[in-house]
């Protein structure tokens, strides 16, 4: 699959993964969902199973099957779909990650692993690199949220050189109170017209002031969408 001709920008749904009362996933109602998402609140970029989706607390299979029927009931109507693939095996990231690929997902994302934390830059690096190998075809997103994971090393720092190690990187979700290093990261990389995409619903208007491209989270509505309609 090429790289999608627009980039990933405005603002971005991250999906919650519905649930029926006895805990199994309720996929009758995620082309309501989609239809919801475009038609009242004008979004048509999504990030699946990322924190807001609960991706880390599926199982492997069940990953696989939202990820599925978003990308299948999406199909025509949404302009986007990123999965987020992270988890702490590196096996099960890349499996999650060629799944997104055959599937026919429009990008992949990734958080730091966060039970044996990379202490290193380079450590992080060399993660991410295997598991955006696994779909060579979708762009890559690095989902920093470091009070989630405990993994502290910056964004800025990270995004120096990303691109000779991951060449298919293709920018951050920033969900990170620390909007120095964001506003960094903006600051020195707006050669490679990366994407940054903030995390912290509370603070986007700051972020915005900041140079972000767009926003993923839970709130979004039609008022907002309008910010990056241009």
């Not at 958080?111 to 380079?122: C, E, S, V």
């Not at 920093?144 to 293709?170: C, M, N, S, W, Y």
Request: with cysteine; net charge negative; charged share 20%.
């Amino acid at each position: 699959m090429a790289f999608p001709k627009k980039k990933l920008q405005g603002l971005v749904a991250a999906t919650i993964t519905p649930m029926t009362e006895n805990g199994e996933i309720n996929f009758s109602v995620i082309g309501q969902y989609v239809d919801y998402l475009v038609k009242e609140q004008g979004v048509k970029n999504i990030f699946v199973n990322g924190t807001t989706g609960e991706g880390l607390s599926l199982s492997i299979s069940e990953r696989r099957q939202v990820a599925e029927e978003w990308v299948t009931k999406g199909k025509d109507k949404l302009d986007q779909v990123v999965i987020h693939v992270g988890a702490l095996s590196l096996k099960e990231s890349q499996e999650l990650a060629q799944h997104a690929a055959e599937i026919g997902a429009d990008g992949i994302a990734v958080i730091a692993p966060f039970f044996l934390k990379p202490w290193t830059k380079d450590i992080l690096i060399n993660f991410l690199k295997e598991v955006a190998a696994a779909a060579p075809a979708l762009p890559f997103y690095y989902y920093h949220i470091p009070a989630l994971t405990g993994v502290k090393i910056r964004a800025e720092e990270l995004l120096d050189g990303i691109q000779d190690k991951i060449p298919t990187f293709r920018g951050l979700k920033f969900s990170d109170t620390d909007l120095l290093d964001f506003g960094q990261c903006v600051d020195q990389n707006r050669q490679q017209q990366f994407a940054f995409l903030f995390g912290v619903d509370e603070q986007l208007l700051s972020a915005l002031v900041m140079g972000a491209t767009g926003a993923v989270g839970s709130f979004v509505s039609r008022d907002l969408s309008t910010l990056w309609s241009n």
